[in-house]
């Protein structure tokens, strides 16, 4: 968790379960907004049974975790999450669920709203999240890419080492004859 955060409960607002009413930022940070996650496998489907929300619910968590570990990040670094449900029935389970990945004395600012309905049939909950990192990226994306373009010279050195090598073999070839 960056320094530069303070997790804040007032006393005169009731104490919330799981999450922190004030989360504030100051400093120099990233801030890391996730697209809201679906109980989706990496193959686009639905998880676990129909109606199944405790399997959507820890892979919807699954997801924001790979989603954090990309830009350097974990779930301490969460500062809001937004949660969509169809059903708030199902809240205490997005309780529990919540309870595995958020953990520690400072959860972040949450808010929870049901809806008639998402983006995708059969699923039953949608979290966003947004992270605050300090200013220095553990994984910046110019390196990344640098090391994507680092890569190619070496696969068009080795295709061209291929074509000379044949060129040579074709030589050598008509030398004979």
């Known amino acids: 968790m960056a320094s530069h955060l303070r997790f804040i409960n007032p006393k005169t607002i009731s104490a919330p379960p799981g999450y922190t009413h004030v989360v504030e930022a100051t400093g120099p940070g990233r801030i890391v907004y996730i697209a809201g996650q679906l109980g989706m496998d990496v193959g686009g489907k ?34 809001k999450t937004t949660n969509y449900l169809v059903d708030l029935k199902h809240l205490p389970l997005l309780r529990e669920a919540r309870g595995i990945y958020l953990t520690g004395p400072n959860p972040p600012a949450s808010t929870t709203i049901q809806i008639s309905g998402l983006a995708r049939e059969g699923a039953l909950l949608e979290i966003e999240a947004i992270a605050i990192l300090p200013a220095t990226a553990t994984k910046p994306a110019k390196a990344a890419a640098a090391k994507t373009k680092a890569a190619k010279p070496k696969s068009t050195t080795k295709k061209a080492a291929k074509k000379a090598s044949r060129k040579t073999a074709s030589k050598k070839k008509r030398n004979r004859k």
């Open 46 to 79: 639905v998880v676990g049974q129909a109606g199944d929300f405790r399997a959507q619910a820890i892979q919807v968590y699954e997801n924001l975790k790979a989603a954090l570990a990309e830009v350097g990040a974990t779930f301490k670094d969460v500062v």
